[in-house]
């Protein structure tokens, strides 16, 4: 099993920054992707950004220009910089991961995390 924990959401005033973490912690081997995903109220959940192993990158349009992902993979951790936040960026952000190695199986599907509000408001 692969447990995701987020870190970081809180209230910040537009035009303001914050940085989300995401640790996985269990059994793992490798972890192929790592990202975040965002649901606002009454919305879809939408891609952010994700990143592969190789650092491989793909950023959500909402993200380009403005967000920065990066992973740590030592520390099994993957950062959301988030900068220039604007009211409609408020919203639960998830990370993801998938493509968990552990003991030597590949396991395809995607784990989440339970989220981390972010509230961008004056």
């Known amino acids: 099993q692969v447990q995701l924990v987020e870190s970081g959401g809180g209230l910040v005033q537009p035009g303001g920054s914050l940085r989300l973490s995401c640790a996985a912690s269990?059994?793992?081997?490798?972890?192929?992707?790592m990202g975040w995903y965002r649901q606002a109220p009454g919305k879809e959940r939408e891609l952010v950004a994700i990143?592969?192993?190789?650092?491989?990158?793909v950023y959500g349009d909402s993200a380009k220009d403005r967000f920065t992902i990066y992973r740590d993979n030592d520390k099994r951790t993957v950062y959301l910089q988030m900068d220039n936040l604007n009211v409609a960026d408020t919203a639960v952000y998830y990370c993801?991961?998938?493509?968990?190695?552990?003991?030597?199986?590949?396991?395809?599907?995607?784990?989440w995390g339970k989220g981390t509000l972010v509230t961008v408001s004056s």
């Open positions: 993801h991961v998938n493509g968990v190695t552990s003991k030597g199986v590949f396991y395809p599907m995607p784990y």
């Open positions: 269990g059994s793992i081997d490798i972890i192929n992707n």
């Open positions: 990143m592969s192993r190789t650092e491989s990158t």
